[in-house]
């Protein structure tokens, strides 16, 4: 087509064009679908290293504790014969209520671990004086008088303290990572509003309607348009940096002061500790029971087979995963670093590949109006440094609400991040029956074990997000997949996602 006097365009420049007011309506449509779906790709780039890091992390850990369960279901039977095989309930449910804490369920991890050790001494107390009668009312007793002298010994305050920390930053470390691929989900979602998608049109398809389409955008005027278009965007920065060195502290927390690889890989060793313990000391506990409950009826059902099976400490072995510890907290770091200033180095990016080396002082370029040098400085980041942009006109008395509501998601999972370092218990919401995957079905029914686990109360917050349940999770069959660098993900996916706009 010939070109004309522009008179009837209403983005492009009105001089001499070869654009009709069709194709300049279509270049704004192609233009806004563009570059919407840069910003996807480039999320999903995100996605895919935060995706990357909470599934290694979450195969270790469910690796690690499902190593620990089989050892105790392979070893407990021989050591400790009835003792085991008529209470090996008690284990699985503890087992499964471990792993409901850790996805999230809104539960009391220290009133679980209480309620494990005394459905235990009740269980292994009324079995090792099987020539008894025990009531349930005598039980009770029995867990008065018996605890105060510490039948497990030291056992289950350690094991508390200990696996109380490890478990508190473990769901909280797997949760932020979640958190943060939801809210670049969401943020990647976010429409462009009407005048980013004329000021993206005269970027990117004037040059064309102006016979310039071989001619690159000037840098600057390129990265005042993209800053303009994601200035609510970069307002993340802020919260989004506390989010990436709040998981950095608590990685540093799980590979060091709490010692998840440990405490996780020896709990049947504790457990088997704490029976031997209770074995020791079976007479003087009786003696103290006997004293302060009253002596129970002689039961005619028959004598205790407890002391058939033979005493003596064992030694078991700690179990860990084939995954090492150190390597995946090294690189979810690396990882962490390179996204603290994602939402901020973003236009950059994207207008670097756009412009290749194209500078301030070039004259060659498109400025928005012909092929010449542009002279409007750079604005800065953010909202409120937009009120001068001389390419988009951007209102910066409202603020994109979704994107503000995202901002205080990072708020409250840096918030539990921060509890989390230094031991302190967080609420999460028990999402677990709507959310997707098949799961092991090794969580602890309700009828079983959680009429006696008293729940704490619970403040909702605005959103959460429970640890999904993974499929093939169970004690059989579990391992550890190793990942590519998460880091070499993002690098490709970003410059896919680049590349992608400016074709």
């Not at 010939?2 to 309506?25: A, D, F, K």
């Not at 307002?235 to 709490?258: C, F, H, Q, S």
């Not at 640890?467 to 993900?489: C, W």
């Amino acid at each position: 087509m010939r070109n004309v006097p522009g008179e009837h365009l209403r983005i492009c420049p009105q001089g001499y064009t070869c654009c009709t007011s069709e194709m300049e309506e279509n270049f704004a449509n192609k233009s806004r679908s563009e570059f919407e779906a840069m910003m996807k790709e480039a999320g999903r780039s995100v996605q895919t290293i935060l995706t990357a890091q909470y599934r290694s992390f979450d195969n270790y850990f469910q690796d690690l504790l499902n190593k620990s369960e089989k050892a105790l279901y392979d070893t407990f039977p021989s050591l400790y014969g009835e003792l085991y095989t008529q209470n090996a309930k008690v284990f699985k449910d503890l087992y499964s209520e471990l792993r409901r804490y850790y996805r999230g369920s809104n539960i009391n991890l220290e009133e679980a671990l209480n309620e494990f050790w005394t459905r235990l001494l009740e269980r292994l107390f009324k079995l090792m004086n099987a020539q008894y009668h025990i009531t349930d009312e005598y039980l009770d007793c029995m867990v008065k008088h018996a605890e105060q002298h510490k039948p497990f010994g030291e056992v289950p305050r350690d094991l508390k303290v200990k696996a109380t920390r490890a478990f508190i930053v473990a769901r909280s470390y797997a949760q932020g990572f979640l958190v943060g691929s939801d809210v670049v989900k969401k943020v990647s979602q976010v429409s462009l509003s009407h005048e980013c998608t004329r000021a993206v049109m005269k970027l990117m398809y004037c040059p064309h309607c102006r016979g310039m389409a071989s001619v690159k955008p000037c840098s600057n005027y390129c990265l005042n348009v993209v800053k303009g278009c994601l200035a609510n965007q970069a307002d993340l920065n802020t919260e989004w940096k506390y989010l990436m060195d709040a998981l950095v502290a608590v990685a540093d927390r799980i590979d060091g002061p709490y010692n998840v690889d440990t405490v996780i890989g020896t709990i049947h060793m504790r457990i088997s500790e704490a029976i031997f313990n209770l074995q020791e000391n079976k007479d003087s506990i009786t003696a103290k029971v006997f004293q302060g409950c009253g002596n129970p009826k002689i039961s005619t059902k028959g004598s205790s087979s407890e002391d058939k099976k033979r005493r003596g400490k064992v030694t078991l072995e700690a179990k860990y995963s084939a995954v090492s510890l150190e390597m995946l907290v090294l690189d979810a770091k690396g990882n962490l670093t390179a996204l603290k200033s994602y939402w901020v180095t973003l236009p950059g990016v994207l207008c670097s590949k756009k412009v290749m080396a194209s500078s301030a002082a070039d004259d060659k370029c498109w400025n928005g109006m012909t092929k010449g040098s542009y002279l409007p400085e750079v604005m800065g980041d953010g909202l409120a440094n937009q009120i001068n942009n001389p390419e988009v006109e951007v209102d910066i008395t409202k603020p994109d609400m979704t994107i503000r509501q995202q901002i205080m998601q990072l708020k409250i999972m840096t918030n539990r991040l921060g509890n989390a370092n230094i031991g302190n218990d967080v609420d999460f919401q028990d999402a677990s029956d709507d959310m997707s995957g098949s799961g092991s079905g090794d969580s602890c029914p309700d009828d079983v074990c959680g009429k006696r686990l008293s729940k704490s109360p619970s403040t909702r917050q605005p959103e959460t997000h429970a640890i999904p349940k993974q499929s093939g999770h169970g004690v059989i069959g579990a391992s550890s997949r190793s990942l590519p660098s998460a880091f070499l993900l993002f690098l490709s996916g970003a410059s896919i996602a680049a590349q992608h706009l400016w074709r």
